[in-house]
């Protein structure tokens, strides 16, 4: 099966700039996660959607920081304006409604902020 | 709240000796732990989880997790490494009836031929 897809897969913009990022998750995998790792740490869980509904936004920073699964299947994460510090690597995953333990990494989006 | 600690940055083994990952948490109830590997340039892939049952764990690649509750930890382990091993590894936990995994910072093994 194909796995998860993101694009792009490298992005470097100026503070204050906006930038989006989008991925499409695998085939009928209901939950779908945005995950932020900065270089150094572990991945930090931005956002969880269940379809289209959001299931856990607890740590985005919602002042720049928006998301959005539509129609249940790809997503967008959008970051508006940005900061040096959100220079990252921005990992979405998915997992099947029955087997949330389990989740599937796309390759994630470098984005460097100047 | 749960916590996940790799204590080693850096690992450095010996292609065919044994290699062990270490991992250890803290978290409220019985926890849901994880190993993930990050290949460069590559996104994270699953290598295996303990949820409940036998502690001794066997995932992809040989690789295998032993589930220690007296000691709070969850140690990756191989028996032979391959250079290709060579990667970033992660340690995840989940509280029962959370929604998300908290990732340790990782810990890079290099496996010299």
């Known amino acids: 099966e194909a796995g998860v897809a993101q694009s792009p897969r490298y992005k470097i913009i100026e503070k204050r700039q906006s930038v989006a990022f989008w991925c499409n998750p695998i085939s009928g995998h209901a939950t779908l996660y945005w995950y932020q790792q900065i270089l150094g740490q572990g991945p930090k869980l931005l956002i969880q959607?269940?379809?289209?509904?959001?299931?856990?936004d607890s740590q985005l920073p919602k002042d720049r920081f928006s998301a959005e699964r539509l129609k249940g299947v790809d997503s967008t994460l959008k970051i508006q304006p940005a900061k040096l510090e959100d220079s990252a690597v921005y990992l979405c995953?998915?997992?099947?409604?029955?087997?949330?333990?389990?989740?599937?990494f796309g390759p994630g989006t470098r984005l460097t902020v100047l | 709240a749960q916590s996940v600690a790799q204590p080693e940055d850096q690992v450095n083994v010996a292609e065919g000796n044994p290699l062990t990952v270490k991992c250890t948490y803290s978290?409220?109830?019985?926890?849901?732990l994880f190993w993930y590997v990050q290949y460069p340039n590559r996104g994270l892939q699953f290598l295996l989880k303990y949820i409940t049952g036998d502690n001794l764990v066997k995932g992809s690649y040989g690789f295998e997790a032993e589930f220690n509750k007296s000691q709070t930890s969850f140690h990756l382990k191989k028996p032979s490494a391959l250079v290709s091993d060579s990667a970033l590894y992660f340690c995840a936990v989940r509280e029962p009836g959370a929604n998300n995994l908290f990732f340790g910072t990782g810990t890079r093994l290099t496996v010299i031929p």
């Open positions: 995953a998915s997992s099947p409604r029955d087997r949330t333990d389990t989740q599937y």
């Open positions: 978290v409220s109830g019985n926890p849901y």
């Open positions: 959607f269940q379809n289209n509904g959001v299931v856990d």
